[in-house]
């Protein structure tokens, strides 16, 4: 587990791959538990350690989870998660690259300004299988679908994948890996949305790269990143982003 930042009120860390935030079905001991024990320990503290779930993360994606460390915390950070009130949050994304012309005009809009600073908009209406737990994308609303609206754009690009940068506008179920597959550009490892092949540990490689929001407390500004994971394809396309931003 990697701490990326804490203090009395919230504590920010960088989730691997395969980690699951909360318990579920499998058993599998969660995050928000080996937080907890962190705390315990680091701080000697007795009995219980309260420790708030504020978002989640997919098991196979990597990045940035932020915890409650107080009651007054999660209540407001909820708010705020809830409302997309003074949080901005940021995902990097290896995807595969389309032959020819990309798909992203069946469902993307861009200006040339939005190109330079926030990139495509994507809007579908996403309805959710349960028993596949998939989502699957539609370009005009269909019964029992959701809105779900995204940015992205294209920080570098490889011989077979391209490094998109991601903003969530709504928070819907699979909703990255499932707009992106619908222009043709499923997520590096992503079988369940189209990925030609998976990554040998399992994951995909989707990250929750950056957060910024107003602390729910100090109202200070926090901006956090997370490292880049340790892989070659992800340090290659990473450094290239940073070479032509």
């Known amino acids: 587990m990697q701490v990326v930042y804490e203090d009395n009120h919230i504590i920010i860390v960088n ?19 080996i937080v907890k024990d962190y705390i315990k320990e680091k701080y000697q503290k007795p009995g219980a350690v309260f420790l708030g779930v504020v978002h989640r993360l997919d098991r196979p994606v990597s990045g940035l989870v932020v915890f409650a460390r107080t009651s007054k915390a999660l209540t407001r950070l909820n708010k705020m998660f809830a ?15 389309e032959k020819g012309i990309v798909k992203s005009e069946k469902f993307a809009t861009a200006t040339p300004a939005d190109l330079q600073n926030s990139g495509y908009l994507l809007e579908n209406w996403l309805v959710r299988n349960e028993q596949q737990n ?24 490889g011989d077979n994948y391209d490094l998109v940068e991601v903003e969530l506008l709504t928070g ?14 499923p997520i590096k490892g992503d079988l369940k949305y189209g990925a030609r092949r998976s990554n040998p540990d399992g994951s995909i490689s989707l990250q929750s790269h950056r957060i910024e929001f107003v602390h729910p407390v ?21 450094e290239g982003a940073k070479l032509t931003s």
């Not at 409302?83 to 690259?97: L, P, Q, S």
């Not at 819907?172 to 550009?185: E, K, Y």
């Not at 926090?222 to 340090?235: G, T, V, Y």
Request: a positive charge; glycine letters at 4%; one cysteine or more.
């Open 83 to 97: 409302e997309k009130d003074n949080i901005k949050k940021t995902y990097w994304a290896i995807v595969e690259r």
């Open 134 to 157: 998939k989502s699957y994308a539609y370009d005009h609303e269909v019964p029992r679908s959701k809105k779900a609206q995204l940015r992205y754009r294209v920080l570098t690009q």
């Open 15 to 33: 989730k691997e791959s395969g980690e699951i935030v909360q318990g579920d079905k499998t058993g599998d001991r969660p995050l928000s538990e």
């Open 218 to 238: 100090s109202k200070e500004t926090i901006c956090i990143e997370a490292p880049i994971p340790n892989d070659s394809l992800w340090e290659k396309l990473a």
């Open 172 to 185: 819907r179920h699979h909703q990255i890996r499932c707009q992106l597959s619908a222009i043709g550009r």
